[in-house]
Each structure stands twice: as C-alpha cells, then as structure tokens.
T-cell receptor, first 116, second 111 residues
Framework: NAGVTQTPKFRVLKTGQSMTLLCAQD?????MYWYRQDPGMGLRLIHYSVGEGTTAKGEVPDGYNVSRLKKQNFLLGLESAAPSQTSVYFC???????????????FGPGTRLTVL | KQEVTQIPAALSVPEGENLVLNCSFTDSAIYNLQWFRQDPGKGLTSLLL?????REQTSGRLNASLDKSSGRSTLYIAASQPGDSATYLCAVRASGSRLTFGEGTQLTVNP
C-alpha cells in the first residue's frame, strides 16, 4: 500500500496563477482532508470531505476550492494564487467513524508551495 | 473554540534520558487525541491514538496518557535516542471530523 500520496511535491507560482494539488489514498478511506502548515500557526484545516461527491469548509477555506469526484482522490485548487498561500499543504485520510472515538488520520508527505 | 497548547516548544536532552512532552486542550469534549511525529521537510507519522474512554496507550518506548477532565495529555519517551529527534505534535478531535493541532515540541536528542 502506498498510503496517502500527494502531487506535486514542490511548486512555485506567480501571483494570480492557478494550480491543482492532487491527493490520492489507497486505503479505501471515506474521509479526506486538506491542511496547511505555517510557522507559528500549526496545521489548520482548509477543507474536508466525508465521502465521494461531498465537501465541507474547514477553518481557513477562503481562496481554495476542492473536489472529490472519486473516493480515492481529493483535489485542492487555487484559482488565483496569492503570496499568503505560500505554505506546506498536507492531505490526510481516515476511516468513516463519525460519532465514534476511533478516527486515526493518516497523512501524506506534503506539497511545498511558494507564491511569488 | 478548541485550542491546543504544547509545552515546551523546544527541548534538548542527552541520549538515554527519559522525557515528557505536554499537551493541553481547552475543550474536554473530545473523541480522541492523537500524537504525531514530524521529521524536517516530511509529513506527519501517527504515533499513538488515545480514545476518549482510555487513559493511556503504549507503543514500544512511547507511552501517552490522557486526562480528559483536566484537558491534558503527556507523551513519555523512555531511553531517548538521537533517532527520536523530530517535532512532536498532538491533535484532538472534537465535534465533526476535524483535528485541532498544537504547534508542536521540537525535540533534539544529543549523542
């Protein structure tokens, strides 16, 4: 099993450009998440999905869009990149256990994005 | 709003020492608490998951405890090794599916 994979690993964008980050998991997890990690801010949830075809906003959703067309994939889009979106982006996935105490999240290796 | 605090922010110890990392959270209504390890430039590796009904979990030289009523968790590392050097993050899951993370403790174990 590859677990959670992310593409690309690094990217440099100019302000106003758009891009899509791809997350894939092969664990048949229902839930998937996108986080960003910034110095002094910790990891913050951007958007998440509780199943194919569904998405929901997290703590910092502005400037991002997501799609979950297939259960194994979760896409994060930046329509018009801004320097404030320079960050490390992590994808995670977990089993469907809403309301249960068991919900271990597994993380991908991250994508380092720089917006100039 | 749930807030998670980790103390200390950084810790440097000699090899072989036993150590404790602390995590506190403001809302005790949690489903579980998870400890992660993050190496520089890498993703997060899950170390231990403690369910809300549990008091502790152990894995090898790691032991994590949870006191939900006081909003505290500790990660105990026995006989530390240079390979344990990393940033350790704790995260709590409250309502919904989201995790709230602390900012981490950066651990350095000196040979």
């Amino acid at each position: 099993n590859a677990g959670v994979t992310q593409t690309p690993k690094f990217r440099v964008l100019k302000t106003g450009q758009s891009m899509t980050l791809l997350c894939a998991q092969d664990m048949n997890h229902e839930y998937m998440y996108w986080y960003r990690q910034d110095p002094g801010m910790g990891l913050r949830l951007i958007h998440y999905s509780v199943g194919e075809g569904t998405t929901a906003k997290g703590e910092v959703p502005d400037g991002y869009n997501v799609s979950r067309l297939k259960k194994q994939n979760f896409l994060l889009g930046l329509e018009s990149a801004a320097p404030s979106q320079t960050s490390v982006y992590f994808c995670a996935s977990s089993y469907r256990n809403e309301g249960s105490s068991y919900n271990e999240q597994f993380f991908g290796p991250g994508t380092r994005l720089t917006v100039l | 709003k749930q807030e998670v605090t980790q103390i200390p922010a950084a810790l440097s110890v000699p090899e072989g020492e036993n150590l404790v990392l602390n995590c506190s959270f403001t809302d005790s209504a949690i489903y579980n608490l998870q400890w992660f390890r993050q190496d520089p430039g890498k993703g997060l590796t899950s170390l231990l998951l403690i369910q809300s009904s549990q008091r502790e979990q152990t894995s090898g030289r790691l032991n994590a405890s949870l006191d939900k009523s006081s909003g505290r968790s500790t990660l105990y590392i026995a006989a530390s090794q240079p390979g344990d050097s990393a940033t350790y993050l704790c995260a709590v899951r409250a309502s919904g599916s989201r995790l709230t993370f602390g900012e981490g403790t950066q651990l350095t174990v000196n040979p």
